[in-house]
């Protein structure tokens, strides 16, 4: 575990495993770098594999109330600095997809593939944003456990629930006890986010679209809408996935993540 300080107290906490081409790995809302411990295990042999904490999740210390996309991007940055990276794949879940694209929109010449998974482009709904910021106070008052018990069918598929009980119940803890000070500053940037639509046409680097066939938050309607917009994206449907198929379908999705970095980065 190493530790990157950045400005306004924030530090973030990240880990390095294996040599070979970095692959830069972001997690989703509300979890931490734990989540890619799966590909993490399959990728380190071939590859440079960092995981870290966002600022405010984890391990990562953060007091700020309110995290824009554009400063996750700005902390990748930092972290591609420290390590000294020339270019790198990018892979994101989630919210983690929507700060890679945020990542991609402000420094591409850095990007040597993008992994996009179980995330969409678009703005939301009135009413969906709204709802982010409602969360954002309701947390701060609350903590997490509620959040978390509502938010576990809608981030794993009932297959996930009912065959695999410890992904679940890991995916429960994980949420329960991420920070929700950290966690609601997240919501809160992210319902200013800007809409990617525009960018999409513009990302000239191999990509990969992934997503579970299950998905409640980011359906496979998302996932074409960005793969037919990205030139020669690829895309991947993994079934029977809910909205983590890097937890839930661990074989198949470390076998898409591996063609696709072995094909691209040939």
């Known amino acids: 575990m190493l530790t990157l300080s950045?400005?306004?107290?924030t530090q973030l906490v990240y880990e390095v495993h294996g040599t070979g081409y970095p692959l830069v790995l972001v997690h989703g809302h509300p979890f931490n770098r734990s989540m890619w411990a799966p590909q993490?295990?399959?990728l380190q042999s071939a590859y440079q594999v960092i995981t870290f904490d966002l600022r405010g999740y984890g391990q990562s210390v953060s007091n700020a109330s309110y995290v824009s996309l554009d400063e996750f991007a700005q902390d990748i940055e930092a972290l591609r600095a420290t390590l000294?990276?020339?270019t790198f794949a990018l892979a994101g879940l989630s919210m983690g997809?929507?700060?890679a694209l945020e990542y991609y929109r402000q420094y591409p010449q850095h990007v040597g593939a993008l992994l996009l998974l179980d995330t969409f482009a678009t703005l939301d709904s009135t009413e969906r944003r709204q709802h982010r910021i409602d969360t954002a106070a309701r947390i701060e008052k609350e903590g997490m456990d509620a959040y978390a018990e509502e938010l576990l069918p809608g981030m794993v598929a009932p297959t996930?629930?009912?065959e695999?009980?410890?992904v679940t119940a890991a995916v429960l803890t994980m949420m329960q006890t991420s920070p929700a000070r950290g966690a609601a500053a997240a919501l809160r940037g992210r319902a200013d986010r800007r809409d990617y639509t525009d960018l999409l046409p513009i990302i000239n680097v191999p990509t990969l679209v992934l997503v579970g066939s299950e998905d409640e938050f980011t359906p496979i309607a998302d996932a074409v809408f960005m793969q037919e917009r990205i030139p020669n994206a690829q895309l991947v449907v993994l079934d029977g996935a809910g909205h983590l198929p890097t937890?839930?379908?661990v074989r198949e999705c470390n076998a898409?993540?591996?063609r696709f970095l072995s094909h691209s980065l040939a």
């Open 97 to 99: 997809g929507q700060i």
């Open 164 to 166: 695999q009980p410890a």
């Open 40 to 42: 993490v295990a399959a």
């Open 247 to 249: 937890l839930e379908a």
């Open 160 to 162: 996930t629930r009912r």
């Open 6 to 9: 950045l400005p306004s107290d």
């Open 256 to 258: 898409a993540i591996e």
């Open 84 to 86: 000294k990276l020339e």
